[in-house]
């Protein structure tokens, strides 16, 4: 049996990525715990070492790196709580919901480039037949170029556009199934948060897409890697574009200060009060398997994928491509680090800020960015978009004395009878 190289460098990468990202959320987990207690000057978790207090080396405690596995073995043996008056079927649903499309939206990531496979052939025994010579039993794979991605499609950077944008319906089957109005309006939130954040995130893709003139992925991270010191990262073209991408990239994981869907101060805890156990776990592991699609989507649109100076396109080699592995998983932790660091130092919008922001600032930067940089490639000029970025950061300076503030949404509610009412006559 002879099989094509490029499915068998697919399958292998889906096997190894996929547990690493699982793993990796696991431990991202401690590390968001580690960056909040550096934040707020605490220690953090540090108690619960990976023999879990047995044997002789209980004193032990490995720097707490224990403490992912003791929560996911405490989120196993909880208790499976159902309130009553759920629609139970989409009650128990909606986790699904959330966690597959986080779990295939990565799929089209060129983790490694182009890596030339020399072929391998693996043979288990003889299969004996009768009246003739015994005949080899395995497998042969074929030689030829892939790429270190599980799909290589021609609509790469559109199917993870798509894909991520479908776990904003496992939150709201969820908050719709729980009978419960905190859920609810933690459900609407979302639904109005991921809708507005989706406009500028799309306009910001379709400004890469007219640089690169393709939608392949690997297209897209090949024309960021043509210069050795990393020169030619649409970061350097489009630095407004890339701060806006990742802000959206934020609001579209439901990460702070964006997480109005889940806020403890004002919905106790949003669209999963009345979840626990594993389907409390199968949400919290789609948002951060979610930041990790986002991460790497941000590093394949601004940061140049898996490029880094001293790496180019034409090192197609088996060390080649783990390395170019290695540095692409290496942005996307850095990228994670950054998220985590946002959350604890900025605070959580209002929603009527969250809203405003989307629709009165990013929406119109994002469409006069897009204006722009058509112009830029119909005149044959994209290289020197970054003047046209600056430009933009002028215009938006001059501009923003000409917007109007619209109404007071902070303004004082006269309390008939209260003391602190002014006086009537």
Partial sequence: MVIEAQLFVSSITLMVILHVILGGVAYGILLERKIASYVQDRIGPNRVGLTFGFGDSAKKRHFGLGQPLADGIKFLVKEDYNPRNVDKWLFLLAPAMAVVPAMIAWAIVPWGGVYEFPGWTHWWGWLPVIGGEPLPFGFQVAPG?????????????????????????????????????????????????????????????????????????????????????ALDW??????????????????????????????????????????????????????????????????????????????????????????????????????????????????????????????????????????????????GIERYVLLGNLGILIVMIAAHKLVPPGPSVNRRVELQGSRFSAPTT
Wanted: hydrophobic share 55%.
């Fill in 145 to 229: 170029s892939t790429v270190v991605a599980v799909a290589d499609i021609n609509i790469g950077v559109i199917y993870m556009l798509a894909t991520g944008s479908l776990a904003v319906y496992g939150i709201v089957v969820g908050a719709w199934a729980a009978n419960n109005k905190f859920a609810f309006f933690g459900g609407l939130r979302a639904t109005a948060q991921m809708l507005s954040y989706e406009i500028p995130m799309g306009l910001m893709v379709l400004v890469v897409l007219l640089m690169v003139g393709s939608a392949r992925a690997t297209d897209i991270v090949d024309s960021q890697a043509l210069h050795t010191w």
């Fill in 234 to 379: 649409n970061l350097w073209h489009q630095p407004i574009g890339a701060v806006l991408f990742f802000a959206c990239v934020l609001a579209e994981s439901n990460r702070a200060p964006f997480d109005l869907a889940e806020c403890e101060s004002e919905l106790v805890g949003g669209y999963h009060t009345e979840y626990s156990s594993m389907k409390f776990a199968l949400f919290f592991l789609g948002e951060y398997i979610h930041m990790v699609g986002g991460c790497a989507f941000f590093a394949i649109l601004f940061l140049g994928g898996w490029h880094a100076p001293g790496l180019t396109a034409d090192a197609t080699g088996l060390g080649p491509a783990l390395l170019k592995t290695g540095v692409f998983l290496g942005k996307v932790v850095a990228l994670l680090a950054i998220m985590m660091w946002i959350r604890w130092t900025l605070p959580r919008f209002r929603f009527d800020q969250l809203m405003r922001l989307a629709w009165r600032s990013l929406i119109p930067l994002s469409l006069l960015i897009l204006l722009m940089t058509g112009v830029f490639v119909f005149l």
